[in-house]
């Protein structure tokens, strides 16, 4: 088993969507919850980080942290096709990552 | 120019032949790592450093060697490049370990 572990998709939602997207994972000693997003053909850039279990806003991004569950997610609220891009969840001090949801938000 | 950049970009190379991926990072971050990504796969950890002289392995060392004798530089080898190693290698550093910053990439081939 992954200790990280994501679903790869494909996603395509209309503009205007909530999109949620989710990671699992294994190990509980994670504190630490990254979101990256990535283009194509691109190094990936960070999108949100939050420290053990609660939520976190940032415009039309919350990120959602379940300790007791293992499960994180990130809604993408009014989505746009900027929004169009993988996305990758990251945990723990060396940065676990999970396999990325390649997200396609179509006009 | 401030940041993170990896070079080259592109890479391809014969199998057998050893190959070295650079990584260059101006913050003087303490942290860094290498990552290969694949279909299927998303990023997977090489190897991290937390600060010069001290390494680690990831989830797939096997086949890479790393040193960081600066803390600026931290070099990714292939001592004999086989057609498994064919990939896109991310560097990436870090002050935090939560706020990470990554490198255009190199995109490796192995013939």
């Known amino acids: 088993q992954k200790e990280v572990e994501q679903d790869p998709g494909p996603l395509s939602v209309p503009e205007g969507a909530i999109v949620s997207l989710n990671c699992t994972y294994s190990?509980?000693?994670?504190?630490?919850f990254m979101w990256y997003r990535q283009y194509s053909r691109k190094g990936p850039e960070l999108l949100m980080y939050?420290?053990?279990?609660g939520n976190k806003e940032d415009g039309r991004f919350t990120a959602q942290v379940d300790k007791s569950s293992k499960y994180i997610s990130l809604f993408i609220r009014d989505s746009q096709p900027s929004d169009s891009a993988t996305y990758l969840c990251?945990?723990?001090?060396?940065?676990?990552f999970g396999a990325g949801t390649r997200l396609t938000v179509k006009p | 120019d401030a940041g993170i950049t990896q070079s080259p970009r592109y890479k391809i190379t014969e199998t057998g032949r050893q190959v070295t991926l650079m990584c260059h990072q101006t913050?003087?971050?303490?942290?860094m790592f290498w990552y290969r990504q694949d279909l299927g796969h998303g990023l997977r950890l090489i190897y991290y450093?937390?600060?010069?002289?001290?390494?680690d392995k990831g989830e797939v060392p096997d086949g890479y060697v790393v040193s960081r004798s600066k803390t600026e530089n931290f070099p990714l080898t292939l001592e004999s490049a086989t057609r498994s190693q064919t990939s896109v290698y991310f560097c990436?550093?870090?002050?935090?370990?939560?706020?990470?910053?990554f490198g255009q990439g190199t995109r490796l081939t192995v013939v």
């Open positions: 990436a550093s870090s002050g935090d370990r939560q706020v990470a910053f």
């Open positions: 190990n509980s000693a994670f504190q630490y």
């Open positions: 939050t420290y053990s279990s």
């Open positions: 990251a945990m723990g001090v060396d940065m676990r």
């Open positions: 913050w003087s971050h303490s942290y």
């Open positions: 450093s937390a600060a010069a002289d001290i390494t």
